[in-house]
């Protein structure tokens, strides 16, 4: 519970207490929480909801253009919480900005976002080309040290989506309703 005291009005998180709220400070602490207590999440999803632009994506800035890498986590966040209406329609909106962002050579810009971004589609499309040209690209551009870009973290996420591609993928979550009107 200390940590929501630190929630903004906004329902967004700030890096300290009193700081603005920022996408990717909620980003990190609805994380947090949410696998602790997922109730206590609905404000902080709503605020990361309310960002949303018209074109799908999110900006690293409240106002700020959309960009591939915070839209890729936040749909990843998304994704974590059982499915309203609104958490369904912005994963469907930040699916359309990622795949619409997917360059040429399999890739969506840099290795992590490319990582990142291939997590995010990972549970939400059945469009296995795509997923496959991330991969290939993921592979083409491991260093011969065996890195990525000589970076831990850019190294680990592309790990981490590797790894994801080698497991059968789940199924793009879709829901049936049966019921006989009284």
């Known amino acids: ?37 997922i109730t206590k999440s609905v404000t902080g999803i709503d605020y990361l ?37 609104s958490t369904t329609t ?19 810009g840099s290795v992590y976002e490319t990582a990142l971004s291939y997590l995010a589609l990972l549970g939400v499309t059945t469009d296995t080309a795509a997923l496959g040209s991330a991969i290939n690209y993921l592979r083409s551009t491991q260093l011969s040290s065996g890195s990525w870009d000589n970076d831990n973290y850019t190294t680990s996420l592309a790990l981490r989506a590797l790894h994801s591609a080698v497991r059968p993928a789940p199924e793009p979550l879709t829901g049936t309703v049966v019921g006989k009107v009284v």
Do not use: C
């Not at 903004?8 to 696998?35: K, Q, Y």
């Not at 253009?65 to 309203?84: D, G, H, K, W």
């Open 1 to 37: 519970d200390d940590i929501l005291a630190l929630q903004n009005p906004d329902g967004g998180f700030g890096i300290s207490l009193g700081s603005l709220s920022e996408i990717d400070d909620t980003i990190s602490v609805l994380r947090a929480i949410g696998s602790i207590d």
């Open 49 to 85: 909801i309310g960002l949303q632009k018209d074109d799908g994506g999110w900006g690293v800035e409240t106002g700020g253009e959309s960009n591939v890498y915070i839209t890729a986590m936040v749909s990843s966040l998304l994704q974590q919480f059982p499915r309203t209406t």
């Open 90 to 108: 912005a994963i469907n909106e930040a699916t359309s900005f990622l795949r619409a962002h997917q360059d040429p050579d399999g890739g969506f």
